[in-house]
């Protein structure tokens, strides 16, 4: 799918077992950047290549242009085709540092985060020859990327901001309401979400598990996750008016409950999302002063480094 006339989407379809016969309809987004050669965001499961290369060729290029992929973060349906797309085509592989350890090691992953069906996704573990930082500048000649930290869905998660197009590509960062809340940590996730909606001009939001947005909706985007966060946090604190703390099972079923959500939102993921909320369960409602724009932000640090991407 064409969004500018350099950048493309490719949606990726996949079926996740997520308990015996139990199975669930996923997609996710990579994205191509074309210029004088291809950048690619997120490789998507073990079966994207032949996706990928399918989409390049129909539009006239050839894959073995693309010479760098961006990982927005280590999880499996961003990474798991990067090994045989490297294989292939011989690209480097970018990834921010906090990120590099799941991706060059996924045994070492799934010991942490035993994902349904992880080894289905990913094909297999693969180097990361570029190391990325907060506010770096990758560039590509005619198009540069600026990289920002955004951790809280994974730590080494990053959004990628096209500067000349105004194109933000936030892979995981920004949660849908009433979809399961995926997070390592909730107060990061406030903040990086308020970090990306203080960019001051998005003409195309392109997220990994939505559709392409556009400047009428973005605003809502950005509103409706932050209090979807809200949302969350208050469920949790109200199951714990009954449930003490350490039960995260009954938490998380009672959050189920309340807000709606699908049964099998049960899993160590969403358990994960619940420890985070409740690790936080003094802030009560002024965990959420966050979303006021009171709150002072890290101070950006001007663009530093440079990266040129042959
Ligand atoms: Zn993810």
């Known amino acids: 799918m064409k969004i500018t006339d350099n950048i493309h989407a490719i949606r990726i379809p996949f079926n996740l077992e997520i308990a015996p016969g139990k199975i669930i309809n996923r997609f996710t987004y990579s994205y191509l950047i074309f210029g004088k050669n291809i950048c690619l965001i997120d490789c998507g499961i073990s079966s994207s290549k032949d996706i990928i290369f399918d989409y390049i060729r129909k539009i006239g290029r050839t894959p073995d242009e693309i010479k760098i992929a961006v990982l927005t973060?280590?999880?499996?349906?961003?990474?798991?085709?990067?090994?045989?797309?490297?294989?292939?085509?011989?690209?480097?592989?970018?990834?921010?540092?906090?990120?590099v350890k799941w991706i060059e090691d996924i045994s070492h992953q799934f010991s942490e985060r035993p994902v349904p069906s992880?080894?289905?996704?990913?094909?297999?573990?693969?180097?990361?020859?570029?190391?990325?930082?907060?506010?770096?500048?990758?560039?590509?000649g005619n198009k540069s990327l600026k990289v920002i930290h955004t951790p809280g869905h994974s730590k080494g998660h990053i959004s990628l901001f096209n500067i000349s197009d105004k194109v933000l590509f936030s892979g995981d960062c920004i949660p849908l309401p009433e979809t399961i809340p995926i997070y390592e940590d909730i107060i990061s996730s406030v903040k990086s979400v308020k970090i990306l909606e203080e960019i001051q001009r998005i003409d195309v939001l392109l997220s990994s598990w939505d559709e392409p947005r556009y400047p009428d909706s973005i605003p809502d985007i950005f509103n409706n996750s932050l209090e979807f966060f809200q949302k969350v946090h208050n469920s949790v604190l109200k199951a714990m008016d009954t449930i003490h703390y350490t039960d995260i099972g009954n938490i998380a079923n009672k959050v189920i409950e309340d807000l709606g959500l699908p049964a099998f939102a049960m899993n160590p993921l969403f358990f994960k999302s619940i420890e985070s909320h409740i690790r936080h369960r003094n802030c009560k409602n002024t965990l959420f002063i966050l979303i006021d724009r009171t709150v002072k932000y890290r101070k950006r640090r001007q663009d530093k480094c440079r990266l040129s991407i042959p």
């Open 118 to 140: 992880f080894y289905s996704i990913v094909e297999d573990s693969v180097d990361v020859d570029i190391v990325l930082k907060d506010n770096e500048i990758l560039d590509f």
């Open 73 to 99: 973060h280590s999880h499996p349906d961003h990474i798991g085709g990067a090994f045989s797309i490297k294989r292939a085509v011989g690209c480097k592989i970018a990834a921010h540092s906090a990120a």
